[in-house]
């Protein structure tokens, strides 16, 4: 017999599941979207067909409030609390872009750290480029570039997983930086009984697995584990924390809100990630 806490866990996960696989959807969306205004602009011009370059975007939306009431699972419960965080440094993310995957440039063998300065107090990351070379590598690239600075932490979940998700440029789980990443380290002895343990640092990505597609999907979002959390070895777990859980404990008791434009979770805190540096030590 499955217990109300095994079961609330299991909600838990098809939920995070469900909100990934969303913002994949989202972002195919939008690249057709892209793809056919060319086309479109002509037709609109042509046959005043207004509606068809607009409207397909508000059925999105109402297609995601109907999935929303039908996985009310899917809709975080509001909890207040106030903000323990400070206002972010000036600037805006570069949101710069690339074709593919940055050259490989780092030694697998030496040891890489990630400092994240945030407004809520600073993460240290060790990363382990032996076992995520792409990954770490990818970081490493995207830090130079100040590719995480000024970007905000778009997600918390603290209900069954607990985790804190980061490295969006657009603030909305749907940006990245052009290109994707193969999936790595997958078999992780630390991830005993698809626990992903306090303190890890893995990738998000596209992955679905009912249709067993979206693999290699990862970009530059990454999300930091505040609590043991039972999720499949689908995220590639590149870094563990070694300072900063407390602030990832302050974050989390400021609690979540609703996205209406994603149906995931916002933080209450104002999360910003003001500086992202990597380091050879």
Request: proline letters at 7%; hydrophobic letters at 30%.
């Amino acid at each position: 017999m499955v217990s109300s806490e095994q079961r609330r866990k299991q909600l838990a996960r098809e939920k995070f599941e469900r909100q990934l696989k969303r913002k994949a959807e989202a972002r195919r969306r939008r690249r057709i979207r892209n793809v056919a205004i060319g086309v479109g602009v002509v037709i609109v011009l042509a046959a005043g067909g207004a509606y068809a370059a607009s409207g397909g975007l508000n059925g999105d939306e109402e297609k995601e409030k109907d999935e929303a009431a039908e996985n009310p699972m899917d809709s975080p419960t509001p909890s207040k609390a106030p903000d323990p965080c400070d206002k972010p440094a000036k600037g805006e993310p570069n949101g710069k872009q690339w074709k593919k995957e940055p050259a490989m440039e780092i030694d697998k063998s030496a040891s890489y750290s990630m400092r994240l300065d945030t407004t809520c107090g600073g993460i240290d990351i060790e990363m382990d480029a032996a076992k995520a070379p792409h990954t770490v590598n990818s970081f490493d690239f995207l830090a130079g570039e100040k590719f995480f600075d000024h970007t905000r932490c778009h997600r918390l979940v603290d209900q069954g997983i607990h985790v804190l998700q980061c490295g969006d440029p657009k603030g909305n789980g749907l940006g990245g930086p052009g290109y994707t990443l193969p999936d790595e380290n997958l078999k992780d002895k630390r991830l005993k009984g698809n626990t992903y343990p306090a303190g890890t640092v893995a990738m998000a990505n596209e992955y679905d697995p009912r249709s067993k597609k979206g693999k290699d999907t990862g970009g530059s979002q990454f999300f930091l584990v505040f609590e043991d959390s039972e999720l499949p070895p689908y995220y590639t777990p590149f870094g563990k924390i070694t300072q900063g859980m407390d602030v990832l404990k302050k974050i989390a008791k400021a609690g979540v809100s609703p996205d209406p434009q994603t149906g995931g979770s916002l933080p209450n805190a104002t999360v910003v990630i003001d500086k992202a540096r990597v380091r050879r030590s």
